[in-house]
């Protein structure tokens, strides 16, 4: 799963959004380059795929890039990451991407977003936490910002984290604490889910059994599978940027039918 997360360095303005242990924790910011102090743009926040034990938010860069330019300020997400040896479940990840997203929420004056236009994306495990955050039910204290984003997109996601989904040996018979599937509710955000038919952790059927619940829980849900590719298709690097340019144009059509951007433009 590592395959999935690039190495290029993040673009974009660093903002410390959590201190844990003695290390700071960064956001990486991309506004649109006519954006101006007292907008509220659209948002999206990516989080980085690696299997939730490597991995870096530069993943999304291009994605970023483009996005900024289409009229969006684009968030990437550094966040703690798992031993690799050890079997323990993703608990620091979902608290630092629980974090992240309400830092943005908290700060979306002086970023100038709008703080109900707030997606969560990311790709594979990024993916994962992309839609914990939409659908698991997190409990607030009084006054505390709601980590809930507005829309989600989501790239070969591993959301179902049950007997039958990845990471199992993870979670254990705690799975339903971080499994997006297993979490479905009314109140959830309109997505759209990308996919390869061959796809070695992520079943196509996986992926209709969520867009089905989604949409019997009334919640619109976008899939769209691409045939013969395998996990982390997406990524900029592969196949000279062919799945990556499809996948984003999905994207931004998506976004352009929430309202969000003006019209669809070709990556």
Excluded at 110 to 137: F, K, M, N, Q
Excluded at 166 to 182: A, N
Excluded at 214 to 224: F, H, I, N, Q, T
Excluded at 233 to 247: C, E, L, Q, S
Aim: net charge neutral; with cysteine.
């Amino acid at each position: 799963m590592a395959t999935t997360a690039l190495a290029a360095k993040p673009v974009g303005t660093p903002h410390v959004y959590k201190t844990v242990d003695g290390r700071e924790l960064k956001l990486y910011v991309t506004r649109p380059k006519d954006w101006k102090e007292g907008d509220e743009r659209p948002a999206i926040v990516f989080f980085h795929g690696g299997g939730w034990v490597g991995g870096a938010p530069g993943q999304f860069t291009e994605h970023s890039k483009h996005l900024a330019d289409r009229g969006m300020v684009a968030v990437q997400v550094e966040y703690r990451l798992l031993d690799r040896k050890s079997k323990e479940p993703p608990t620091i990840c979902v608290e630092d991407a629980l974090a992240a997203f309400r830092w943005v929420r908290d700060h979306a004056k002086e970023l100038g977003i709008d703080p109900d236009r707030i997606a969560s994306a990311g790709g594979s495990a990024g993916g994962h936490l992309a839609a914990y955050l939409g659908t698991v039910d997190q409990p607030t204290k009084d006054g505390q910002t709601s980590a809930k984003p507005n829309a989600m997109v989501l790239f070969n996601p591993v959301y179902d984290n049950g007997p039958d989904g990845w990471s199992y040996k993870r979670t254990g018979e705690r799975y339903r604490e971080f499994s997006p599937i297993h979490n479905i509710s009314s109140d959830d955000p309109p997505s759209i889910v990308f996919l390869g038919s061959k796809d070695n952790l992520i079943p196509v059927a996986t992926a209709e059994s969520f867009q089905k619940q989604m949409k019997d829980a009334g919640v619109r849900s976008e899939l769209r599978v691409y045939e013969g590719q395998p996990h982390g298709f997406f990524n900029v690097g592969r196949d000279n940027g062919k799945w990556y340019k499809k996948t984003l144009g999905e994207t931004d059509g998506f976004l352009t039918s929430l309202g969000w951007l003006e019209k669809p433009s070709n990556p």
